[in-house]
């Protein structure tokens, strides 16, 4: 059955004048159309902390010395996707901080990697690349690439961001989207001076990039970083948020994501709930994973991923709904 998007003014309605229980609904019976109760693993591998920007929300900023730096071998980035695979996942997320990688480098990864395993799919999340290193990750194999542009605000993007410009992230996602990636992207929700018109400007952009997969996930400070002293939202504005993004955009991926996790024991589920439809099992050795803070008090870093999965099995089926190891390709892709 085809789902229409919502029009925006409907979404800007529902934001300001609907209570959150009604909206969820709406997106429970959407996500349901869509696809149905299925929710869809992601093996997470953060195989480098090592990052060049120095973002005033992120715990491993370039300028924050009390992060210990590490840079994962091809060999145990190989022997990591290896493990996965015995556990029936399909498809691979390799994240790591920006600019730490030339495109050449990333490109014969991937193709180490697609040449032992050539049916799962890999995405890639590290940052900025010109259009001609995106040809040569596209020529290697890449089929995803995860790029946030964290909020949809000129200004508010400067100050976050050390005076970036915004125009710089959402040439790169048109770039992605030219080359026909899998594109996905996303934001935060609540940072400090998000303003209800910033948030629904974040929602107005995903729908007019029509993103293939949207994550999204609560600001949480982090001690050592210029905002650690900023407001924490509750997990409610994520939920409500996720619920309209839904809406917005009926055929996406839409993760529950493990912020949602730290700032609430059940905020996965809550996300799920809400029309989220994919998980992501962080499998990243868990020396390493102790290491790659983006905000504290981060969730099952003390145990391999895929000892989570059972786990997460569990969570899912309490909200109705069943893992399913597919690739999961987006309906919004794949159409």
């Not at 997106?27 to 120095?54: H, P, W």
């Not at 790591?96 to 032992?116: D, Q």
């Not at 964290?150 to 970036?164: I, P």
């Amino acid at each position: 059955m085809f789902i229409s998007e919502t029009p925006f003014e409907e979404i800007e309605y529902l934001y300001y004048n609907v209570p959150i229980e009604e909206i969820i609904k709406k997106a429970t019976q959407v996500c349901d159309k869509t696809y149905g109760n299925k929710v869809y693993l992601r093996g997470l591998i953060e195989f480098s902390n090592i990052c060049f920007m120095d973002c005033k929300y992120c715990g491993i900023r370039r300028s924050n010395t009390k992060v210990e730096r590490y840079r994962m071998s091809e060999v145990d980035i190989l022997a990591t996707i290896a493990s996965g695979i015995e556990v029936g996942l399909k498809t691979f997320v390799l994240q790591s901080g920006e600019n730490a990688y030339r495109a050449l480098e990333l490109a014969s990864l991937v193709e180490k990697i697609k040449s032992k395993w050539s049916d799962i799919a890999v995405t890639l999340s590290c940052g900025y690349f010109k259009k001609e290193e995106l040809k040569i990750l596209k020529k290697a194999g890449v089929d995803r690439y995860l790029f946030r542009f964290e909020v949809a605000d000129e200004n508010l993007y400067s100050f976050l961001k050390n005076g970036e410009k915004l125009s710089k992230r959402l040439e790169m996602l048109n770039n992605l989207k030219e080359l026909d990636f899998e594109t996905g992207s996303g934001f935060m929700v609540g940072l400090p001076g998000e303003t209800d018109e910033i948030l629904l400007k974040n929602l107005r952009l995903c729908r007019d990039f029509q993103f293939d997969m949207v994550g999204i996930g609560p600001f949480i400070p982090h001690p050592d970083t210029p905002l650690k002293d900023a407001r924490q939202f509750s997990i409610e504005r994520t939920i409500k948020v996720t619920a309209l993004l839904r809406l917005t955009l009926p055929y996406a991926n839409i993760p529950a994501t493990t912020a949602a996790g730290t700032l609430d024991p059940s905020g996965r589920e809550k996300m799920l709930k809400a029309g989220a439809n994919v998980l992501m099992p962080n499998i990243t050795p868990p020396l390493n994973k102790k290491k790659y803070l983006l905000y504290p008090e981060k969730i099952c870093i003390d145990e391999s991923g895929l000892e989570c999965i059972g786990c997460m099995s569990l969570r899912v089926k309490s909200v109705g709904k069943v893992l399913s190891f597919e690739r999961g390709d987006s309906i919004s892709y794949v159409k």
